[in-house]
Every structure is written in structure tokens, then in C-alpha cells.
T-cell receptor
């Protein structure tokens, strides 16, 4: 089976940098994804890491360390609109489905 | 733009009713998924389908069934709704070799 752990809540101020961590246990790791979900909205894809290292997409970056079974999502220059829930998800190489973490509620304060 | 649509945004049903939740995607994706989302529990997979007429149980299939007669449509069925099935239900689709999953807007189901 697979399990993921991420903090339930993170609070930061506008303009700051925040890091949301995700640790996972899986029998056959294939890749780590991140999704964003605003209140009342559908989850939307942010990033995917299959290899170790940092992937940057604008203000958002995602990092993976396969040896540590650990990844994080880094949000820079925080804006109020970044207030949302963020989910990490893993795909087992042998499986067709993703397993999601329980989500981190990010609150950005003015 | 990939579009995943769900038949209802809000639904109220009575205990014991048979409930159908419909999901349609327009990108010819092989894989389709049904999740339920409850506070503090994240997204839990109910069932998924990787081809027409094919289905596999997810983590919490009890009390649910699914149907996929056409590639674009994936239905979730609650045979006899119960109050503990009150939840947000999310449908998603994904192409076979791709990791990006597309979600529908969700159906908030209340069973009274």
C-alpha cells in the first residue's frame, strides 16, 4: 500500500515564501504530483517530479528526493489567491491510480 | 481545453434511494476515476476504470458500483444511499501514459 504525510495547515503572509512538505511510503514509486484546490473548486494539476531535483514553474517549484521518500512544493512571492488546499499524490509504477495525501490548507494573510 | 463535467453540482437524496452520479470527459482519456472528498481525509478513491466496461475497486468501494458503457462516460451508483455517503464526489480522467489528472467540478451529495 501507499501512504503520504503532509501538514494539515500552513499560514504565511503576502510576499513571503512557503514550503509544503510531503513524505511518502510506497511499494513502487513512479512519481510525485502536486495539485491545488480552491474552496468550492476542483483540484488542478500543478507539477510532477519523477526524478530527483527541483522543477520550477513560475512562482511555484517542486522538489523530489527519491532516496528520502520526500518532496516539497515551494511557493514564492505569495499572493492572496494562493490561499487554497495543496495535495501531494504518488503513482505506484504498477498501478493506474494516484494516491493522494490528506491535503495542506494554506492561508495567506495580508 | 480538457473538460470533465458532472451531472449535478448539488444533490439531496433520501436514505435508501438509488443515486446515479454521471461524469463525462471530452478528451478521449482511457482512465476515469471516482473519488470522495471529506474534510481532513483528502481524496479517497472509490472506483476507477481503465477502459470501456473495465473497472477496478479503489480504497473505499463498499456501498458503490460503477458503469462505463462508453469511453467518455463513467457513472457512479449508490445502490441504497446512506447518511454516511454524504460527501463531495469528484470525477477525474487521465490519459494512459500521462500523469496529469483532470477533475470535474464535483457533486455535493447530501443524504437525509
Amino acid at each position: 500500500g501507499q501512504s503520504l504525510e503532509q501538514p494539515s495547515e500552513v499560514t504565511a503572509v503576502e510576499g513571503a515564501i512557503v514550503q509544503i512538505n510531503c513524505t511518502y511510503q510506497t511499494s513502487g514509486f513512479y512519481g510525485l504530483s502536486w495539485y491545488q484546490q480552491h474552496d468550492g473548486g476542483a483540484p488542478t494539476f500543478l507539477s510532477y517530479n519523477a526524478l530527483d531535483g527541483l522543477e520550477e514553474t513560475g512562482r511555484f517549484s517542486s522538489f523530489l528526493s527519491r532516496s528520502d521518500s520526500y518532496g516539497y512544493l515551494l511557493l514564492q512571492e505569495l499572493q492572496m489567491k494562493d490561499s487554497a488546499s495543496y495535495f501531494c499524490a504518488v503513482k505506484d509504477g504498477s498501478a493506474r491510480q494516484l494516491t493522494f495525501g490528506s491535503g495542506t490548507q494554506l492561508t495567506v494573510l495580508p | 481545453d480538457v473538460k470533465v463535467t458532472q451531472s449535478s453540482r448539488y444533490l439531496v437524496k433520501r436514505t435508501g434511494e438509488k443515486v446515479f452520479l454521471e461524469c463525462v470527459q471530452d478528451m478521449d482519456h482511457e482512465n476515469m476515476f471516482w473519488y470522495r472528498q471529506d474534510p481532513g481525509l483528502g481524496l479517497r478513491l472509490i472506483y476507477f476504470s481503465y477502459d470501456v466496461k473495465m473497472k477496478e475497486k479503489g480504497d473505499i468501494p463498499e456501498g458503490y458500483s460503477v458503469s462505463r458503457e462508453k469511453k467518455e462516460r463513467f457513472s457512479l451508483i449508490l445502490e441504497s444511499a446512506s447518511t454516511n455517503q454524504t460527501s463531495m464526489y469528484l470525477c477525474a480522467s487521465r490519459d494512459r501514459e500521462v500523469y496529469e489528472q483532470y477533475f470535474g467540478p464535483g457533486t455535493r451529495l447530501t443524504v437525509t
